[in-house]
């Protein structure tokens, strides 16, 4: 069990407290510990033909790539906002359009409403990354490190999704992690497959989940 210190930074960490991604505690140990940029070399010295050295990449780069990201889906959302918002949605103007104007309507609101995570999380992500916990090894055939470990959204993904898995797996990914690992597993019973006891706690924690999240990220 980690110590109170060690804990409180975990749920204190402050990339990641107003709108995530979420993250193992076990994966924010191996980062304080800087064992999460231990890799295996080769070695005729050990016994073993290799040995562990550490090797901390510079993550100034993504970051700052990650930054105009956000910048720019911020700059999108007010934009977008500034098209489509809530009180010509509900007004009587509204009821006037023909059904496909509607349609359409309704899914440029859900477009603009959905820039500010793409936003919100692109800068947590870049702040993750920037701090080094974004750092998820290194990618066996360019070499160069990789840095999606708190990925939490890919807009592109999302946005042209062939189907609903593909949907819900680009969006929030962390958390629907979080959820299969430790509610949709645990509730199915030893030796059986999950069925609707499964799905249903994991969508009603799922539920309170979201609730949250959007009230950490309201100041977006």
Not at 123 to 145: H, M, Q, R, W
Not at 165 to 173: Q, V
Not at 188 to 203: D, E, Y
Request: hydrophobic letters at 40%; one cysteine or more.
């Amino acid at each position: 069990m980690p110590g109170i210190l060690d804990y409180l930074g975990y749920v204190l960490f402050f990339p990641a407290l107003f709108a995530g991604p979420s993250f193992d505690y076990a994966e924010y140990q191996r980062w304080i510990t800087y064992t999460m940029f231990d890799v295996v070399v080769p070695s005729s010295k050990s016994p073993s033909g290799t040995k562990r050295k550490r090797r901390i990449p510079s993550s100034s780069g993504p970051a700052a790539l990650k930054g105009l990201m956000a910048v720019f889906w911020f700059a999108a959302t007010i934009k977008f906002k500034s098209w489509f918002y809530v009180e010509y949605l509900l007004g009587d103007e509204f009821l006037k359009l023909g059904f496909l104007s509607r349609v359409l309507y309704t899914y440029g609101f859900a477009f603009a409403s959905r820039l500010k995570y793409y936003g919100a999380w692109s800068l947590s992500e870049g702040a993750c990354i920037l701090t080094g916990l974004g750092y998820n090894g290194v990618d066996p055939k360019s070499g160069k490190a990789k840095w999606d470990r708190v990925t939490n959204v890919e807009p592109m993904k999302l946005e042209f999704a062939e189907n609903a898995r593909a949907l819900l797996e680009s969006w929030n990914m962390n958390t629907n992690q979080w959820l299969k690992n430790y509610v949709y597993l645990r509730i199915t019973p030893k030796g059986k497959k999950p069925g609707f006891r499964s799905t249903m706690g994991t969508f009603a924690t799922s539920g309170v989940y979201i609730n949250l999240d959007a009230h950490n990220c309201a100041w977006c």
